[in-house]
């Protein structure tokens, strides 16, 4: 089930009806990653305390890095989250679309504690969630939950692809976390690909191909 068209910035309504329908443990899900040419993608499933939602909370796409830091810093004294990879080498073999539903799942279940209700930005609901679930689309703009989920993605991607820059110099991951910007394109035409990159993303393909013909 996937719900459609949403505002700007997120609320706690999609949280309240549920709670109203018995409900008590909702998590929302999210990712960060799904573009970038390099590095894994991230899935994080978070359950906020009705009581004690942290200010700011917003798209991650919306808020800079200092918002996003200040905002994931409250959620990990206030909500419970859970959060897990979709590494290159899993995007290459089953498609970046599964490894993110993978990632999604083991997000999920690796909660302290079940949730008993699961929404997710976007489209599609993982498959073998122990958990009811629905998709709504433009989550992260309509629902805390998702929003904050999507914060705590990102802030740990953006982390680890910082980490990852110190051993992969010379492609600008600190400053771009990898997404195929110019500086990332021709970094990687002058470098080739590292063990980081997507080989099944076309970009980075057609530089193993070149790379094959030189």
Not at 22 to 37: C, K, Q, S, T
Not at 68 to 86: K, N, Q, W
Not at 119 to 147: E, F, H, N, T, Y
Request: glycine residues 8%; hydrophobic residues 50%; aromatic residues 6%.
């Amino acid at each position: 089930m996937a719900l459609a068209e949403s505002p700007v910035w997120p609320d706690f309504e999609h949280e309240r009806l549920l709670i109203a329908s018995g409900f008590r443990r909702i998590a929302g899900v999210d990712e960060a990653g799904r573009g970038p040419l390099a590095g894994p993608v991230v899935a994080a499933a978070v359950v906020l305390d009705a009581e004690r939602i942290p200010d700011g909370i917003a798209d991650s796409k919306m808020l800079d890095r200092a918002a996003r830091e200040d905002v994931f810093a409250a959620l990990c004294a206030t909500a419970e989250i859970s959060f897990a990879f979709g590494s290159a080498a899993t995007v290459d073999r089953i498609n970046i679309l599964q490894a993110t539903l993978v990632a999604m799942r083991r997000a999920v279940i690796g909660l302290a504690a079940p949730a008993d209700m699961v929404i997710i930005d976007g489209r599609d609901v993982p498959k073998g969630l122990p958990v009811q679930a629905k998709a709504i689309i433009g989550g992260d703009a309509r629902s805390l939950s998702i929003a904050a989920a999507s914060i705590v993605a990102k802030v740990i991607r953006d982390r680890l692809m910082t980490r990852c820059d110190a051993s992969f110099s010379g492609y600008g991951l600190a400053s771009h976390k990898g997404y195929s910007t110019k500086a990332h394109q021709t970094a990687l035409a002058a470098l080739g690909p590292c063990r980081l990159h997507r080989r099944s993303f076309w970009r980075v393909a057609a530089c193993y191909e070149a790379q094959g013909s030189g």
